[in-house]
Nanobody
Framework: EVQLVESGGGLVQPGGSLRLSCVVS????????MTWVRQAPGKGLEWVST????????TYADSVKGRFTISRDNAKNTLYLQMKSLKPEDTAVYYC?????????WGQGTQVTVSS
């Protein structure tokens, strides 16, 4: 069974930093690209970032480019999202996501709240 477990969310002041983690099990982690998606209160899902299997290629939404960094440790089956210069509009539930064949797998999400 494929499982994704996010952690690292919390309450942070504007301008602060957080690092999210997503541990994957039940699947060969190194064989698939990984994605972070977020959902702000009352809004739809927003793609944040994607990383290739080796980590050599990364893409970002314009809203987070230059502030967020996606990375992965294939030896630890773990995906990361380093978030800096956080803004109130970054407040959301953050999910990691993997696509295996025709199926999407999601974690339970971790809440990030940016507020003074």
């Amino acid at each position: 069974e494929v499982q994704l477990v996010e952690s690292g969310g919390g309450l942070v002041q504007p301008g602060g930093s957080l690092r999210l983690s997503c541990v994957v099990s039940g699947f060969t982690f190194s064989s698939s690209g990984m994605t972070w998606v977020r959902q702000a209160p009352g809004k739809g899902l927003e793609w944040v970032s994607t990383i290739s299997t080796s980590g050599s290629r990364t893409t970002y939404a314009d809203s987070v480019k230059g502030r967020f960094t996606i990375s992965r440790d294939n030896a630890k089956n773990t995906l990361y999202l380093q978030m800096k210069s956080l803004k109130p509009e970054d407040t959301a539930v953050y999910y990691c996501k993997i696509i295996i064949g025709a199926n999407d797998y999601w974690g339970q999400g971790t809440q990030v709240t940016v507020s003074s």
